[in-house]
């Protein structure tokens, strides 16, 4: 009977080890299988990425301008207050096709100019007062109304400065699609709609980042015609989409494929190439550009300056300010940017 038992006990013990050795390998399976399922998820991920980069062009739209991200959300456009803008009115001027575009303009803050802003003609009227207008056209993402766009305008205010911003087409509540040729037709609609109420006033034109390519296309053509701005500001600059799409941490999965620039990103029909119109600018410029900048590497200024110097028999019109601990919104932090601007765009 101990024997037996003895056995028993043995017999145990081994199916006990034999079924511990089967649950390890069936875990191990299992685990197998996950990781190969992951694996395989992320490959065909990243292909199909690529592909609708090649082919699709809303795709290829969302990614460059990112217009469908409205920061800050569940705010009013035409109502600046909301955003903490005073002094400030809403305006919808006609656009393209029959629509329109939403566009601010924010008063300067100073105490030369009279608290009491308040009705349409009111703000008609201040645009001819002689204080520099500075028409600012932002980059991709958000609105008009984004925070860090927000603490320029209200810097610029407190220098005495017009602000005049928009939302081109497809961004904020300006309805339409986005294009390189269309943000450019936009700040020409709102530049006409400035002139006519501040023709006294000097005008000048601020680009940031993809905002630089508009500003670069608009001015060139005023240029043209023998009406440029009295200068042009542009803040982190882009060289084009290429370089700008090489250097953006989204392309960060996709730049070092051997094939990347010359397969998906030369065909994009939207080419924003800034660095070969800013040397058709005949008016004063002043780029600066953050050198910790992770978005648009400062590298890409310097090409602008360069390129803007280069067809111009006096260079000492072009400026390159450097931001040592800036990245690419921090400018506005920074004092120094007072200073500079106090000389690029005087008062009086």
């Not at 592909?51 to 062009?57: C, D, E, H, I, T």
């Not at 610029?156 to 986005?178: K, N, Q, R």
């Not at 109420?197 to 905002?211: E, I, K, T």
Request: with cysteine; charged share 20%; glycine share 8%.
């Amino acid at each position: 009977m101990r024997q037996r038992r003895v056995v028993d006990s043995e017999d145990s013990g081994s199916q006990c080890q034999t079924s511990e050795a089967s649950n390890i390998t069936l875990v191990r399976r299992n685990s197998s299988s996950c990781v190969r399922r992951f694996f395989i998820t992320i490959t065909v991920s990243y292909c199909v990425c690529l592909v609708a980069l090649k082919y699709s062009r809303v795709v290829q739209d969302g990614i460059i301008y990112l217009h469908w991200i409205r920061s800050p959300y569940f705010r009013n456009l035409s109502n600046p207050s909301e955003y903490g803008v005073e002094r400030a009115r809403n305006v919808y001027v006609p656009g393209r096709n029959g629509s329109y575009l939403g566009v601010w303009q924010i008063a300067p803050s100073t105490s030369q100019v009279s608290d009491k802003v308040e009705s349409n003609e009111d703000f008609d009227a201040l645009l001819s007062n002689g204080m520099p207008i500075v028409l600012y056209l932002h980059g991709n993402m958000g609105t008009r109304g984004t925070y860090h766009r927000v603490d320029l305008y209200q810097i610029l205010a407190s220098l005495g400065y017009h602000v005049i911003t928009l939302d081109y087409a497809g961004f904020g509540d300006s309805p339409g699609w986005p294009t390189e040729r269309g943000m450019a037709d936009d700040a020409r609609l709102v530049w006409e709609w400035t002139k006519m109420r501040g023709d006294r006033s000097r005008m000048y034109v601020w680009g940031h980042s993809l905002g630089s390519a508009a500003t670069t296309l608009l001015v060139r053509q005023l240029c043209d015609e023998g009406q440029g701005p009295d200068g042009v500001v542009l803040e982190a600059p882009i060289t084009s989409v290429e370089d700008a799409a090489m250097s953006h941490p989204l392309s960060l999965p996709f730049r070092y494929l051997p094939f990347f620039r010359s397969l998906f990103l030369s065909s994009l029909p939207e080419k924003f190439n800034s660095v070969s119109r800013v040397g058709d600018l005949t008016c004063p410029i002043l780029i600066v550009h953050g050198l910790l900048d992770k978005i648009i590497p400062i590298e890409q200024g310097e090409e602008m300056y360069r390129a803007a110097v280069s067809k111009r028999s006096d260079p000492s019109q072009v400026y390159f300010e450097v931001f040592h601990e800036a990245g690419h919104r921090q400018i506005k932090s920074f004092s120094k940017l007072r200073s500079i601007l106090k000389q690029f765009i005087p008062r009086s």
